[in-house]
């Protein structure tokens, strides 16, 4: 596959950095490809989710086969907004903290580019699925560590000024229900669950260093008894400011359309919802970022399965 573009922008970066992350792009399913083709299966662990209010957020993810796509109603995150998240936002070696881990793909990323990487969840499941992948970065210098524990626990587990990079994808609320945990954020309701979630974002803040980043990617959610937004976008951004955090980059991620073509008309004919086809990748910033800047080592274009075509 060819380069879908050679500027200097992405030769010095990798991909643009510009406020817009297009998925739709050959460069970026290429590269996602390559990642997949590791052996990253970031759904095991999830089978029997519950999944609620799909009608926007149906994703697309990769199956075994290299070509065939699939549509399941469980979010897989994409490995390549990983790469550029820990190239762009984390010295290499250095310490990444994921509060909601879920899938195994944020930690086989960063093992695979040489940071050490530390996630938290709830499901023993999910951290037993995610354990069995370790061999994919069996001759790695880090490997990932997963732990079975709720992330208001974390002071158990990481000191405080530790961390290089707080980076994760919350729950979306109740959009997924992973376990019956009472702990579990999706059993909650909106109040309580802003509750817990603000308190984990605080400890996150107290366990990273200074002049470091954080970054979480989400999404706005319905409220399924009015239709209308629960404002999460605007929670979260609160939530960081709340205990500290800089609001430093918004960079929005268009996803592909997939079935949301499907439903896109029946939403609109029935109540003139707009199909929702893009997350916001937020990132924040804990003290000066020139000095965080000056931190950062540089951005490598790594070659992931020794044939790429990219570079």
Known sequence: MARSDTGPLYIRNIYPPLSVFNQNTGFWQGRKREWIRLGIESELGREGVSTFNTGEFVENIITNSESDYRMKNISIFDPFICELAYQWFCPKGGVVLDPFCGGSVRGIVASYLDRKYMGMDLSDKQIEAN?????????????????????????????????????????????????????????????????????????????????????????????????????????????????????????????????????????????????????????????????????????????????????
């Open 131 to 311: 354990n069995k992948q370790l061999n994919i970065v069996s001759d790695k210098k880090y490997k990932p560590v997963w732990l079975v524990d709720d992330s208001e626990n974390m002071d158990k587990h990481i000191p405080d000024g530790s961390a290089d990079f707080v980076f994760s994808c919350p729950p979306y609320h109740d959009l997924e229900v992973y376990t019956d945990d009472e702990r579990d954020l999706s059993n909650m309701s909106y109040d309580k669950f802003l509750d817990k979630y603000s308190k984990i974002i605080s400890k996150s803040y107290n366990k990273l260093k200074d002049n470091r980043f954080a970054a979480f990617v989400v999404t706005e959610l319905r409220d399924y008894k009015t239709g209308g937004y629960k404002n999460f976008l605007s929670d979260t951004i609160r939530c960081f400011e709340d205990v500290g955090f800089t609001w430093y980059n918004d960079i929005v991620i268009l996803q592909t359309t997939g079935t949301k073509a499907l439903v896109a008309q029946k939403l609109w004919d029935s109540n003139r919802k707009i199909t929702r086809r893009h997350q916001n990748f937020l990132v924040f910033l804990k003290g000066d970022g020139k000095l965080a800047k000056q931190d950062m080592t540089d951005i490598e274009r790594i070659d992931i399965l020794g044939e790429s075509k990219f570079w």
